[in-house]
């Protein structure tokens, strides 16, 4: 079974950068398509982004252009690169395993990661 664990988070100011990565283990993620999904206080945990097996990338609509999802099966790790960062990006990110159903539907993922806190202050 994979194990997934996310880090890189942290506060930073609106406008700058983080960078996330979901390091596995237990088995390779070459075959599986990769997401991160995010939950802020009080809210559904909502998907942001995925990554194909082939590297193909997905956003939702409020990332797009901004985030950058991307995978390096050499070191079994996942990315997300945020850029341009704001206020309403505040929440715990996830990144977990597509299960099946819609790529971005976040109920479609498993395995989940603990998760890793990001706070943009404004």
């Known amino acids: 079974q994979v194990q997934l664990v996310e880090s890189g988070g942290g506060l930073v100011q609106a406008g700058g950068s983080l960078r996330l990565s979901c390091a596995a283990s237990?088995?390779?993620?070459?075959?599986?398509?990769m997401g991160w999904s995010r939950q802020a206080p009080g809210k559904e945990r909502d998907f942001v982004a995925a990554?194909?097996?082939?590297?193909?990338?997905y956003y939702t609509d409020s990332v797009k252009g901004r985030f950058t999802i991307s995978r390096d099966n050499a070191k079994n790790t996942v990315y997300l690169q945020m850029n341009s960062l704001k206020p309403e990006d505040t929440a715990v990110y996830y990144c977990?395993?597509?299960?099946?159903?819609?790529?971005?539907?976040?109920?479609?993922?498993?395995?989940w990661g603990p998760g890793t806190q990001v706070t943009v202050s404004s």
């Open positions: 990554v194909g097996r082939d590297g193909t990338a």
């Open positions: 977990a395993v597509f299960t099946g159903g819609r790529i971005d539907a976040s109920t479609s993922y498993g395995y």
């Open positions: 237990g088995r390779t993620l070459t075959g599986y398509v």
